[in-house]
């Protein structure tokens, strides 16, 4: 594939994530708490994240061992870091939430999958077989948007996890139903693992600096902000007692 033909590509792909923002405004993930039986076949919850997931760690993980320019530069530290980020999506998160009788759509799942194959087929071909090497040399390594972006990265990601973590130990063994989170960053905002996501890869997007990243950063913003949305309305719905300060994604914001 050409530059060219990546960029129609991408661009076409931002237009997606737009529509899909607006839609998902009105139409409600059904995963999770919001699961339904009316999205037709079910799978276990926990394959359905191994299998939506998987496809991002394996094409990265083919590009980085195999593509042109992966290791003439230090573009493989970003190979590196989308790796850890999917071990932990793809391996460790399903791992650990706690097992309920809740399954996933498989429409949801074929959706995550496709999304993923998208998202890691744009950033691997693009950084092992597109990017100039020049833009990933040791002088990237100072520049201020390889370092804040770093730092969001990896503190995006350290808050994600924690606030998954808090999440996941909220229920006792045997327990599949909800309580009010309370603590770190849940005294601001309902979701702040969605909130830690956004800015990882808002991070990744600024350390990368080029077009797929970017994508893959509105792609997260579009999908993160309606579901944060609907996590906190649900969250109103179902608890009286729900924090009436607390935001939905973004402290003192929204
Ligand atoms: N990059 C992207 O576009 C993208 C898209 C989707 C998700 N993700 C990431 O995937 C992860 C999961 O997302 P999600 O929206 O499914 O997260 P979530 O609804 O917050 O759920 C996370 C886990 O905690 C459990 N849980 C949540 N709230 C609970 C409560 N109040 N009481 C007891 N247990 C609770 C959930 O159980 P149940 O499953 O039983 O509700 C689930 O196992 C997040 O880290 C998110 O950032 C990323």
Redesign the pocket.
Known sequence: MSLETLKVVAYIWLGMAIIVHIVMFFVT?P?????SEKWGISIN?KLA?ILMEAPSLLIMAYFLLQGTNSFRSYVWILFALWLIHYIN?TFI?PL???A?P?KMPLTIAAS?AF?NLINAGLNGYYLAELAPVADYKAEWLTSNSFIIGAVMFVGGMMI??K??TI??N??KPG???????KGFLFDYIS?P??F???IE?SGFALMAFNLPALT?MV??FA??VP??KN?HDW?VRHFDNYPKERKIVFPFIF
């Open positions: 993930a995963f999770g708490r919001h699961t919850n994240w999506r998160y650990r939430i706690k309920t809740k995550g999304f994600n996890w606030a998954d999440l996941i909220l229920r327990e599949t139903g909800y309580k009010i989170p979701s693992n969605l830690g996501e956004i890869w893959f792609w997260t999908n993160l579901r944060a996590h969250y």
